[in-house]
């Protein structure tokens, strides 16, 4: 019998999306699966499609929670594999051998604690707008540095993750995930499992893009207290800087699109004190522009950011690696 694999869904009102990652699941051509739906008291018809295309559902938790971290902590505790790990409700499998190639990678190299792969981009309605690639040397630097979409779906990892750092931890509502890997970093090894395993939906609703401001806060928390720790690995002590510039780089677009103008140029001000570097690309400039565009013209140009950067060639624009993990 292959080791038993088990897959947390956190659920709250995903009957929007939650069809395509059920199907996703039932079509794995990997036969010893679990897959566990943690329900947050769901108001709209995701459970009924769960109960009608969740072929590979084997248990359903329904009741109140405090967010993500412990509806999925709690899917971990009722779990029973070997390997685990979460799958949005929004987001799918890249293909039917999936997990089969995670579960290989993991079989080949056990000194790897977290084997993920490529992603590939949807919009809102499920059209492809690019793919997110990972080097093969993807760590703590690009997890500090680098604020794109982090490796979550389509991933896998072992059992003995969970005894070694516990579970996501609740006091994070929106960047949990990154606290999380930047933790299993410290204390297991991650690797590339190659191609792509997983399929990340960009849509407004998300909580992360419904919530920028507090998002781009814990984003910021999270990573200055991992730069405060003692004992940080050599390369990331020698790129603190560069890694404090494209902090409040990000921190000047998160303020950017939460229309605070006088937090992007602090912000901009910041990063071209610790790293000039860090301006030599596009979007800090846009950031400031919008800044001395006034009130209304930041939010127009602000909009029409986000719109596009869920467009095909715009993404792929935006997915070009940090300069300083380039």
């Keep these: 019998m292959p080791p038993l694999i088990s897959l947390v869904t956190p659920t709250l009102n995903a009957a929007r999306f939650i069809s395509e990652t059920l199907r996703s699941v039932s079509e794995q051509d990997y036969p010893h699966l679990e897959h566990i739906i943690v329900d947050g008291q769901s108001t709209d018809d995701t459970l009924a499609l769960v109960g009608k295309e969740g072929k590979r559902v084997s248990e359903i938790l329904c009741g109140k929670d405090s967010g993500t971290s412990e509806a999925i902590n709690k899917g971990f505790e009722r779990s029973q594999g070997e390997y685990l790990w979460v799958l949005n409700a929004d987001d799918a499998l890249a293909h039917q051998a999936t997990l089969s190639v ?14 993920f792969g490529d992603m590939r981009m949807i919009d809102e309605i499920g059209r492809t707008i690019g793919a997110r690639t990972f080097s093969p040397a993807y760590g703590q630097l690009e997890l500090l540095s680098d604020r794109r979409h982090l490796p979550f779906a389509g991933c896998l990892m072992r059992r003995r ?14 960047s949990n995930d990154l606290d999380f890997l930047l933790r299993l970093t410290q204390h297991g090894r991650i690797q590339h499992a190659g191609g792509q395993t997983g399929v990340f939906r960009l849509h407004a609703a998300a909580s992360t893009s419904a ?13 200055q207290a991992f730069l405060k720790q003692p004992g940080i690995p050599k390369e990331v002590q020698e790129k603190a800087r560069a ?69 095909r060639f715009l993404y792929s624009l935006n997915n070009f690696r940090p300069w300083m993990v380039a």
């Design 243 to 311: 890694i404090q510039a494209s902090l409040h780089v990000h921190a000047a677009g998160v303020s950017f699109h939460a229309g605070v103008a006088a937090d992007v140029r602090r912000n901009l001000k910041s990063a071209l004190a610790y790293d000039f570097r860090a301006l030599i690309q596009l979007n800090p400039w846009i950031y400031l522009a919008g800044s001395l565009a006034g009130t209304r013209g930041m939010a127009v140009l602000a909009h029409w950011c986000r719109a596009m950067v869920h467009k």
């Design 102 to 115: 995670l579960v290989r990678h993991l079989e080949d190299n056990p000194e790897c604690d977290f084997a």
């Design 161 to 174: 993750v969970l005894e070694r750092i516990g579970g996501f931890s609740t006091s994070y509502k929106y």
């Design 211 to 223: 919530n920028i401001m507090a998002t781009g806060q814990e984003t910021q928390a999270i990573c």
